[in-house]
């Protein structure tokens, strides 16, 4: 085993994804607070006194109370380097997400005990299928009313097609949280919290019979469900859950830190290290080849006052040293790694060295995208992160002349970083491109942005279109004769794409010209 592989053999990569308001950015202050990256937990919504979450450093998400960009923590626990790219938790930023969850190797799924698989959560499990992440489901608010856990099994069963293996098994009904059964270990957990919630949590080890004396029939029910749980098979099974056959399950509470602790033990004793990652041609990068990267975010002006842009890079293979000048595949420029740092919200650390699985800032990136690739010595370049299907799309145009530089340049900003598709066209000009996006909320952030990092005030506009398809140049000029219809390019691969009003339309323009080219973008359901 090379020094790289026993590294990489150290490395735990994860994000925490979920459905709006289930915890997300709590959990993710509870980690690092558990693992000693922090000394107290935020909270999204907390009371007066207790500061807001450190992923959330955007004036936008500490005012709405959500998560809009994607963060990444660095820490150690147990001997591993934990990398924890934290993501938006709001279904209109979901394209975001799925750029994080390709430079991670296992995520950590919350569901609400209350509401268990909702929407998102089953679109994010599907994207996780489609891309072979293994899943670990934390059932978090287990300290609120909720629903049995044996319904929450057979509803993660039903609709993902994913056994469930519980790790952990509550004690007590939700709303009466005492602690926990670690099926592993064979013992019982006793949760007490601390003033405030903000620190870590008391656990106590109970023997059968303090467990019995102290919690009663509480105990004697969780110890019966256990018990039927391994005489049905509901055991964890490593192979199983690598192949995304079967989902771990442990039950907590982020906010006052139950089963955090637990949930890390998991990810050091069951989630996958980094493995080789096929690169375009579909061979797999051997991990202690020369260093190879790639980018899967980029952000710019985290840091007000330097107004600055940092790209998010996974390492793929190979040793990386600051300084080091790499190959950017996309222009076959090189790129220098000065300013490599660890990045949490507003918070910075150098990073002189990094391994397969870390993940590096890299200051300064005006020239790279996300899906780009960095290597150093034998190119090598791996697939690109495709873009979601946009579903609504508005003008956008300087309110004030004057200003129309900064709007231009704030626009191929918001554009690079993939927060908005930009669409253009001869017609309409550079002074009012198209926006698409997902989820209507991220114009909210475009408008947000330009305002505060560009002082330029936009005015936007709805166009009647609801879905877009990727066509080419023989069908454009026919496309653009249709009634409902708009072909534009999109400025970040110059690929053509087709807007119609709805789906009705398409079709009927599809049944008059059969032999139009009319290709579906990622995550597009409807054909």
């Known amino acids: 085993m090379t020094a790289v592989t026993q590294e990489a053999g150290r490395r735990r990569t994860f994000a925490v994804i979920s459905h709006p308001d289930a915890g997300k950015s709590t959990m993710t202050e509870a980690l690092a607070l558990h693992a000693s990256a922090i000394s ?78 909702e929407p998102q959560t089953l679109k994010l499990f599907e994207v996780c299928r489609h891309r072979r992440i293994p899943v670990i489901t934390f059932v978090n608010k287990w300290d609120r009313p909720g629903r049995e856990a044996l319904e929450l099994l057979d509803e993660i069963q039903e609709k993902t097609g994913l056994r469930p293996t519980p790790i952990t098994w509550p004690i007590g009904t939700g709303g009466f949280f005492h602690g926990v059964i670690d099926r592993v270990a064979e013992q019982a957990v006793r949760y007490t919290r601390t003033p405030g919630g903000a620190t870590k949590a008391i656990e106590t080890l109970l023997t059968p ?79 202690d080849k020369p260093f190879s990267g790639l980018v899967f975010k980029v952000q710019a002006n985290m840091d007000p006052s330097h107004r600055d842009r940092i790209a998010f890079v996974r390492v793929c293979s190979g040793r990386f040293e600051r300084g080091m000048v790499l190959t950017h595949a996309a222009t076959g420029r090189p790129f220098a790694t000065k300013y490599a740092q660890s990045v949490f919200g507003q918070e910075r650390a150098t990073i002189d060295e990094a391994f397969p699985g870390d993940v590096v800032g890299l200051v300064n990136a005006t020239a790279l995208r996300p899906g780009d690739t960095l290597y150093d010595g034998v190119p090598v370049e791996f697939p690109k992160i495709p873009s979601f299907a946009p579903e609504h799309f508005w003008t956008a145009r300087c309110r004030d002349s004057s200003r129309a530089k900064q709007f ?21 000009g550079d002074q009012s491109p198209v926006l698409a996006a997902v989820g209507p909320m991220q114009f909210d952030v475009v408008k947000h942005r330009l305002a505060g990092e560009f002082n330029t005030e936009i005015v936007m506009d709805r166009l009647d279109y609801s879905l877009a398809r990727i066509t080419d140049a023989e069908s454009a000029p026919i496309l ?48």
């Open 408 to 428: 231009r340049k704030g626009i191929d900003q918001m554009e690079a970083e993939g927060v908005v598709q930009v669409l253009r066209s001869d017609i309409r």
């Open 40 to 117: 107290e937990a935020g909270a999204v919504h907390g009371k007066a006194g207790r500061r807001g979450v450190t992923s959330d450093w955007m004036d936008m998400e500490k005012a709405r109370g959500i998560s809009i960009t994607s963060a990444a923590l660095r820490f150690e626990y147990r001997g591993h380097m934990f990398n924890l790219v934290d993501t938006p938790g709001h279904a209109d930023f979901s394209e975001d997400t799925y750029r994080v969850l390709a430079a991670v190797d296992c995520a950590v799924m919350l569901l609400d005990a209350a509401k268990g698989m």
């Open 209 to 287: 019979e303090l467990a019995t004396a102290e919690l009663g029939e509480d105990w004697e029910r969780a110890r019966d469900e256990a018990d039927l749980l391994s005489a049905i098979g509901s055991d964890h099974d490593q192979k199983a859950f690598e192949a995304h056959e079967s989902t771990p399950v442990l039950f907590g509470a982020a906010l006052n830190n139950f089963g955090v602790g637990r949930l890390l033990d998991a990810m050091v004793d069951i989630a996958p290290a980094p493995a080789p990652r096929p690169d375009v041609k579909d061979d797999p990068r051997p991990l």
């Open 480 to 527: 653009a004769r249709q009634r409902g219809v708009e072909v534009l390019t999109r400025a970040i691969d110059g690929e053509l794409l087709a807007l119609f009003s709805d789906e009705w339309r398409m079709r009927g323009v599809l049944r008059d010209h059969p032999n139009l080219v009319l290709k579906a973008l990622l995550a597009d359901t409807r054909g």
